[in-house]
């Protein structure tokens, strides 16, 4: 599977994205999802995922209540929506793939990034 990331860009603290993951070369429907990000200078890390169907999902502390993963199988996409964002959430988000729950810890597939900056 291909995995393309779009919708980043510079916001004030305290705005709003949206990301963006199209898919192509197989049905998203096989593969639990999710999005990780890599601020400047530190390691990637794990953002939030979402099992095949939708029903499991999952976020790292830090972006509860504030960030929000959804599928769309039949349309072959992943969103994130993100409120309330903080110069912390800065950093290149990617689009990830596995067939299961590696997806949170080493996932199979990865997209290219999309930058999201916040400015405080």
């Known amino acids: 599977v291909q995995l393309q990331a779009s919708g980043g860009g510079l916001v004030q603290a305290g705005g709003s994205l949206r990301l963006s993951c199209a898919a192509s070369?197989?049905?998203?429907?096989?593969?639990?999802m999710g999005w990780f990000r890599q601020a400047p200078g530190k390691e990637r890390e794990f953002v939030a995922v979402?099992?095949?169907?939708?029903?499991?999902?999952d976020y790292r502390d830090s972006v509860k209540g504030r960030f929000t993963i959804s599928r769309d199988n039949i349309m072959n996409a992943l969103y994130l929506e993100m409120t309330g964002l903080q110069p912390e959430d800065t950093g290149v988000y990617y689009c990830?793939?596995?067939?299961?729950?590696?997806?949170?810890?080493?996932?199979?597939?990865w997209g290219q990034g999309t930058e999201v900056t916040v400015s405080s």
């Open positions: 070369g197989s049905a998203v429907s096989r593969y639990a």
């Open positions: 979402i099992s095949r169907s939708g029903t499991n999902i």
């Open positions: 990830v793939a596995d067939w299961n729950t590696s997806v949170k810890t080493n996932p199979t597939y």
